[in-house]
């Protein structure tokens, strides 16, 4: 049975949330009192989630795009993003982690999440990623768990939990070369398999504040 949420209304909002977490105790994403806050995620084909990108600095929309999972194997999530119209193979290792999409490949994967999320864990990895047009990016990640939240996005109000990876990069491309920092928080929700909230920030070569958006949940559906 598919599960479907919408922003419609906060009263359909307020009475679908309260459906669905009735229901979701037979989902395997619920979090849980010990120190695992939650496994990782049974996602299907059929899922599918619908984000907006907002600017950080004046609140303006840079656009709307939805992704549906197309393929589950036992490695990876491929997924199919519509951006404006236009179909983007996405590939994803169970965890969430991406490997591959249009021009750009990370070997082993671009390193933003791990499951089972464990209270107060952290993490790091090495990652590089190639672009088609010669570009090279070498990336050094460090994951850390900072607890759970309650927090309202357009879809609705989730219990999620909260992580955040800080990298620091190094560019090689046929401009020049350099380095920089990216931080990425994370909202994660057990209800959605998937977060709900995500701040991106980073910096130039120089180390000047660059590029600094969000993404928000707009909508949802679990098979």
Known sequence: MRTKFRALSTFCIIIASMCFWASSQAFSGQIQDNNVLVERPDVKEGDTYTYTRISNRNGKILGTFTQRVVRVTHEHIIVEMMVGGTPVRQT???DWNLVETKDVKFTPYR???K???V??????????QKNDNGNDFYYESTGIVEGTEKVRVPAGTF????TRVDTTYEAYTANGSGRGTITRTFWYAPRVN???KFVYED???RGLP???FRWELVAFERE
Do not use: L, V
């Open 111 to 113: 390193h933003e999440h």
């Open 159 to 162: 219990t999620a939990i909260k």
């Open 92 to 94: 994803y290792t169970r």
């Open 203 to 205: 910096t130039n070569w």
């Open 119 to 128: 209270k107060n864990d952290s993490w790091s990895g090495k990652s590089k």
């Open 115 to 117: 499951f089972p999320i």
């Open 194 to 196: 998937r977060f709900i």
């Open 210 to 212: 660059f590029r600094s």
